[in-house]
């Protein structure tokens, strides 16, 4: 968990009581170090209203915090610059051994200083119906690849901890 200092817990605070304000807390999701607004399956034009309410406080909100804004791939969120998704994936790579086997899946540009925090250890993996340029090691289309991989993933692991203890690989097919 990030420790916030005062600046970025008031702005966030903010940030919530003008959503609350607008009427718009049905659309958050509230993290560690920030909150995002979820505009997906809404039309372009419920996007485009949506965006202008939410950027109309965050904003000023944001400049007077030292706050960032990011968009990613349906909504928008306000966060603590100091740390990202490449900070807590690099955090939890410290704190496991390095024979554990590791993958990191994102779909958004906001997963990219992630899949650069796996560059040198595990799988980084873009999971999405549409092709990007990425730093991920592999993409895939969701739902029926997503779900193979997360099989092969679940066998692979399963034969691999049953190989280290002594015990004959199962596999079930």
Request: hydrophobic share 40%.
């Amino acid at each position: 968990m990030p420790r916030l200092n005062e600046r970025t817990l008031t702005g966030l605070s903010d940030a919530d009581r003008w959503l609350g304000y607008q009427q718009l807390r049905h659309t958050v999701e509230f993290k560690a170090g920030s909150i995002a607004v979820h505009w997906r399956g809404l039309s372009e034009s419920g996007v485009n209203v949506l965006r202008s309410r939410v950027l109309l406080g965050w904003r000023p909100i944001a400049e007077s915090c030292g706050l960032d804004l990011l968009e990613f791939d349906g909504g928008i969120e306000m966060r603590t610059p100091a740390a990202d998704k490449g900070d807590a994936v690099r955090a939890f790579l410290q704190e496991i051994g390095r024979d554990a086997p590791v993958a990191y899946l994102g779909d958004d540009n906001t997963d990219e200083s992630a899949f650069r925090a796996m560059q040198d250890r595990g799988i980084s993996v873009l999971v999405r119906p549409e092709w990007r340029e990425t730093a991920a090691q592999l993409w895939l289309k969701p739902p029926d690849e997503l779900l193979d991989f997360l099989g092969l993933w679940l066998e692979a692991c399963s034969v691999g901890r049953n190989t280290a203890s002594g015990a004959a690989p199962a596999v079930n097919r």
